[in-house]
């Protein structure tokens, strides 16, 4: 079977509807077609300043909510990044394999430092994207699912793979990004032309999947929409009205124009209520699922362990190869 990989980062106690729409819903449906491998990033969400206590927290809590959202520790496997050494060691590998100027064309990092400046900014945050090719190449991984902030990275991660591959032979499998157009890009609810961010969305533009349901609903019929009365899709001109239609299609599954269709002659107050209902019928369930599986440290800390060793088993019998081909001395 192909292999596919992910990550997402603790940086939050909740993932967002972006999250969950542009990548995750995306993890759980390949869980049977692809050997699945997916990981919380713990060490990417390091790259800007953290409390350790709440990362600690922050991790359980992911690795809750992704099973909150459908994955199956039987059908794929789920671990902590930190768990398995050997993402940094290649993190380093790569990043020796990486130009300056190269890594510095990432746009991530420049939107990640606009607001205090590149000075501000740590190393570790402007090597992110190499150590997020170390994570997708250990796997020899087909797929990576990730929302469309991430294509640039993915493209960095082939260029790589391709690079070592030329220079010491072939190593390792080139990736493709797997993308669903429709979903890409969620938009935060009150600046509908940024994407929503865990880390950078004001409270009123996200919708955290562990909040309040109340509270969820509240924020989106205060979502920014136009002076207009026409719910069409239409990113250029009406950019709030689009995202609003984007969640309802990718949470019903009614297609964009059925629902143009279903709101002709209605207002934005009809669409940002059904909108509001759907997320509601979504969460509530989810988060229910979530605390519960919290509750039980010892499942989860035993389901993450499990993951851990098996993704070890593989990323160990390539970092060997890596070593091999770079013409290091093999340890006796
Ligand atoms: P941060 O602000 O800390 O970077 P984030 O919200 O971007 O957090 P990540 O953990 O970096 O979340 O990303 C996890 C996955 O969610 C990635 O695949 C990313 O592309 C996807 N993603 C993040 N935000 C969105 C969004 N607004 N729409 C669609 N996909 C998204
Ligand atoms: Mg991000």
Same mark, same amino acid.
């Given at each position: 079977r192909p292999r596919v990989f992910s990550g997402i980062q603790p940086t939050a106690?909740?993932?967002?509807?972006?999250?969950?729409?542009?990548?995750i819903r995306q993890w759980v449906e390949m869980q049977d077609t692809y050997d699945a491998f997916y990981c919380v990033v713990d060490l990417h969400a390091i790259t800007v300043g953290h409390d350790p206590n709440r990362l600690r927290e922050r991790t359980l809590l992911a690795a809750a909510q992704l099973l909150a959202a459908g994955l199956d520790p039987e059908r794929c496997t789920l671990f902590v990044q930190s768990h398995?050494? +050997?993402?940094s060691q290649l993190s380093w590998i790569l990043g020796c394999l990486t130009g300056f100027g190269e890594a510095s064309r990432m746009t991530q990092f420049k939107d990640k430092t606009q607001r205090q400046g590149v000075e501000a900014a740590t190393v570790g945050l402007f090597t992110y994207p190499v150590l997020m090719a170390a994570d997708i190449l250990l796997y020899d991984t087909d797929q990576v699912p990730v929302g469309e902030d991430q294509r640039q990275h993915l493209e960095l991660t082939r260029d790589l793979a391709q690079r070592f591959n030329n220079r010491f032979g072939e190593t390792f499998r080139v990736p493709e990004a797997y993308i669903i157009k429709e979903t890409a890009k969620i938009y935060d609810l009150q600046e509908p032309r940024v994407k929503m961010s865990k880390s950078a969305s004001s409270p009123n533009g996200i919708i955290e999947l562990l909040d309040d349901p109340k509270v969820s609903a509240k924020r989106i019929r205060s979502a920014v929409t136009d002076s207009g009365r +026409?719910?069409?899709f239409d990113e +250029?001109?009406?950019?709030g009205v689009s995202n609003l239609l984007t969640i309802l299609s990718a949470l019903t599954r009614r297609s964009i124009p059925e629902l143009e269709d279903a709101y002709a002659g209605k207002g934005y107050g009809d669409l940002k209520r059904d909108v509001a209902d759907a997320v509601v019928e979504f969460v509530t369930p989810f988060r229910e699922r979530t605390f519960a599986l919290l509750e039980d440290r010892e499942t989860l800390d035993g389901i993450l362990a499990r993951?851990?060793?098996r993704a070890r088993a593989v990323a160990s019998e390539k970092l060997r190869q890596v070593h091999d081909r770079l013409g290091f001395v093999p340890a006796k």
């Open positions: 106690d909740s993932f967002h509807l972006g999250n969950y729409l542009g990548a398995v050494a +050997e993402h +026409e719910v069409r +250029e001109e009406k950019p993951g851990a060793d």
